[in-house]
């Protein structure tokens, strides 16, 4: 599962240095932070669509989209996958009600 990730990180990394013509992923990295953003927030609410009308494929399709372009904003943000992890890691063990309470009221 992490290999996959991996590799997809590598293709995002590889495309955002040769920018090479017909690649939707250069394409994001050319348009900017504000349409990678978009993006994410589009694949979202897609998922969430899909989640609501319990359609399982629909689910799945919708979750490799917002992964991928939840990869190309953190390669744009200079975050790496395994950071993402790390946090992950150190939350392992603790309780989501205290994660919570040390972040500012929502
Ligand atoms: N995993 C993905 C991946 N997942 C989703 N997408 C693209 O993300 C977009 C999802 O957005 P939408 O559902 O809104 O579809 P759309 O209307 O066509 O998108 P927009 O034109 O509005 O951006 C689609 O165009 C998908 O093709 C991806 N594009 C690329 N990859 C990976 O990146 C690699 C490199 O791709 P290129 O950069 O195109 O060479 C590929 O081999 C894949 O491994």
Redesign the pocket.
Known sequence: MTDTLAR?EA??AA?REAE?D?????GLFAKGRPTMAR?LG??AV?LIVASLAQDHAAITAES??LI??LLVLLADAGIEWREVLAELERREGTSGLVEKAGRPVD
Do not use: N
């Open positions: 997809l293709t995002i495309r090479p017909g690649s939707y992923t250069a993006k589009e694949e897609e490799a989209d991928f372009h």
